[in-house]
């Protein structure tokens, strides 16, 4: 009979224990899952930025009055450093 007692006593304490673990994994998940699509959205974001900050240098070369070698030459090295720098930061 008292080792019934001691027993079911043995239980809750592991039932108890069992649910605050489950309810920390769980949030921590949840807190990771969050935090992770943050990271995606913040990196989306950042990548547009430098889209449009070189679409912008691309047209300003609309206007230069250099030779059309030196200005195709300077935006592809544009488009390559701009890649290069989202690599970067990707990784």
Known sequence: EEWRNGAI???AVWSGFSVLVGFLIIFRTS?????FWDGC??????RAQWF???SALIA??????AASADIR???SLLVRL?????????G
């Open 9 to 11: 006593i043995d239980n």
């Open 31 to 35: 807190q990771a899952y969050v935090r």
């Open 41 to 46: 959205t913040a990196m989306y974001n950042m």
């Open 52 to 54: 449009d900050a070189c």
């Open 82 to 90: 701009f890649s290069m720098l989202h690599a970067a930061a990707l």
């Open 60 to 65: 300003f070369c609309k206007h230069s009055r």
């Open 73 to 75: 030459y300077f935006q």
